[in-house]
C-alpha cells in the first residue's frame, strides 16, 4: 500500500487524465483476469 501511495505522489500531475484512464482500465482488466483464472484452476470439483 505504502509503494503505490508513494508511486501516486511521484506521478501526480505527470501523466495527463487519458493517460491515467488507461492505466486503470488495464489494472482492473489484469485483476479480472486473474480472478477468473485463478477461479478456473482452483474451482471445486
Known sequence: MLAGLWIGFKLF??????????VVLVLLLLAGLSLIVTALIFRAP
Do not use: A, S
Open 13 to 22: 500531475g505527470t501523466i495527463d487524465d487519458e493517460t491515467f484512464r488507461k
